[in-house]
């Protein structure tokens, strides 16, 4: 069983940046293909990066496209969401999940998921 545990959210003002982490618990995760949710309050949770377990293959949502970049440093066994020029709708509970193919990370099916890090942005 993989355990993911997030880091890195807070608060931040409009236009400003932040980097989440996510790193596993109790195992490597170097050849997990994996991805960054977000849920806001009252909205269902939705699909925000992805990238394969090589970095060579990344997709975003288009809401975040040119903002956010996901990457990994497989030989730290972390993996990154950097968050640029937020927005006060980027707040959310954002969530690191692992395993699967691409498209099932894409489509909320990963085999394992953090327990959440809130990202506020204030206007």
């Known amino acids: 069983q993989v355990q993911l545990v997030e880091s890195g959210g807070g608060l931040v003002q409009a236009g400003g940046s932040l980097r989440l982490s996510c790193a596993p618990s109790?195992?490597?995760?170097?050849?997990?293909?994996m991805g960054w949710f977000r849920q806001a309050p009252g909205k269902e949770r939705e699909f925000v990066a992805a990238?394969?377990?090589?970095?060579?293959?990344?997709t975003y949502a288009d809401s975040v496209k040119d903002r956010f970049t996901i990457s990994r440093d497989n030989a730290m066994n972390t993996a990154y969401l950097q968050m640029n020029s937020l927005k006060p709708e980027d707040t959310a509970v954002y969530y690191c999940?692992?395993?699967?193919?691409?498209?099932?990370?894409?489509?909320?099916?990963?085999?394992?998921w953090g327990q959440g890090t809130q990202v506020t942005v204030s206007s």
């Open positions: 999940a692992a395993g699967g193919s691409i498209s099932m990370i894409v489509e909320g099916k990963a085999n394992y």
């Open positions: 109790g195992r490597t995760f170097s050849n997990y293909n």
């Open positions: 990238s394969t377990w090589s970095g060579g293959r990344k």
